[in-house]
Structures are given as C-alpha cells and as structure tokens.
C-alpha cells in the first residue's frame, strides 16, 4: 500500500539520549517535512526538505536534525533530548506542485522523561 | 506575525449542519487547506481553496474569501463519524503553510 510509513510509532525516552525518528514514503514525492503536535497549538513545522540532498529549517528547528540522502528517507534526529520535546511528531511528503497536498504518516509519540 | 484562528471545540446534532470558521493573517495567500483528523489518527486531506467562492465534495463544502481572510468548512448530513479535529492550514508567499490549533466537532446522537 503506497504510503508514508513512521517509526517508532511510540517511544519513552530518557533525557539525553539520542534517538532517530525514521520516515519512509513510496509515492516518489520531492517533498517532505517533519511535524510536531502539541495540544492546542497547531502543527509546528522542524525541518522539511523540497528535494533530495537539500534541507531548510522550520519554526521549531532547535535541538533537531534531518538529513535527505535519497528521495524516499527523511529520518528525524534529536541528538540530545529534553522533556520539552515530549510530542506527536507526524512526517509528511507531498508532490511539488503549489496546490499539492500533503500525505501524513501516522505520527511518532514520543515521551521524554 | 501570521496568525490562522478558528473555534477551539464545537458541538452539533447528527444530521444537522455545521460550519467551522477559519480567519487568517498570514504574509502572501497561496490557497487554504482543510484537513480533517481523528483523535489519535494522522491528518487527512478535505479540500483546498485558492479561489474566492464555494467548493463542493459530497457533504462537504469549504468556501473562501480572500479579501475577508476567511474560510468556513461546511459539513451536512453530519454522521457520528464525523467527530473530529478539523485544521485549517495557509499557504503563505513562501509556500510554507501555516496551521490553526485544529477546531474539535463533537457530534451527539
């Protein structure tokens, strides 16, 4: 089923340990960005990438980390984590056109104790 | 700073109809965005506007006003399936979109 897959789907983390959120897609998209939903606020762009081998920064780019090897792998990096990082981080892709939508994974809940 | 405002929590009858409002302050407009998510579910695409004017899907509408920087999303015939969030997200002169907190829609039988 085409799609984008995310793992962990859930995880508790000590503080300070480093872990990678992983994300796959298969639909070809150039496109792909990482989310995080905290409760009454909106989602919140890290880092997104509009190609392969080229990465930007969000609003909340701090403590985190992307790379863009290949079209379909965007994995997420927190190299350092802290409480305040306790989130649903959902990874995204979509097609390069201005009206493309975008295809959600189904998040990533990770705990930071 | 951009901003995107709509209700925090909303509750309807099944089978009537519903709007949900969305205001939006943003630098440049490159199309409105609805998505609709279920508790504990990943987003999903309803509808985009870019146009001024009414876009119809089956029991759902959305509907823009570019010079107002408003939005409504319409839903009729409302099922018990229906309860969730529903997100109101603005392309800004960058292409980057921009998110409301989520309007919760609470159907009771």
């Known amino acids: 089923i085409a799609g984008i897959t995310q793992a962990p789907t859930s995880q508790i983390l000590a503080a300070g340990r480093r872990m990678t959120l992983r994300c796959t897609q298969d639909m070809r998209h150039n496109a792909m960005y990482w989310y995080r939903q905290d409760l009454g606020l909106g989602l919140r762009l890290i880092h997104y990438s509009n190609t392969a081998g080229t990465t930007g920064k969000g609003e909340v780019p701090d403590g985190y980390s992307v790379s863009r090897a290949n079209t379909d792998d965007f994995p997420l990096t927190l190299a350092s984590a802290v409480p305040s990082q306790t989130s649903v981080y959902f990874c995204?892709?979509?097609?390069?056109?201005?009206?493309?939508?975008?295809?959600f994974g189904e998040g990533s809940r990770l705990t930071v104790l | 700073g951009q901003n995107i405002d709509q209700p925090t929590e909303m509750t309807a009858t099944e089978g009537a109809i519903v709007q949900i409002n969305c205001t939006y302050q943003?630098?440049?407009?490159?199309?409105l965005f609805w998505y609709q998510q279920h508790a504990g579910e990943a987003p999903t695409f309803l509808s985009y506007?870019?146009l001024d004017g009414l876009e119809e899907k089956g029991r759902f509408s959305s509907f823009l006003s570019r010079s107002k920087g408003y939005s409504y999303l319409l839903l009729k015939e409302l099922q018990m399936k229906d309860s969730a969030s529903y997100l109101c997200a603005v392309k800004d002169s960058n292409y980057q979109l921009i998110w409301g907190a989520g309007t919760k829609l609470i159907i009771k039988p």
């Open positions: 995204a892709s979509s097609d390069s056109a201005p009206t493309g939508e975008l295809f």
């Open positions: 506007n870019v």
């Open positions: 943003t630098s440049g407009f490159n199309g």
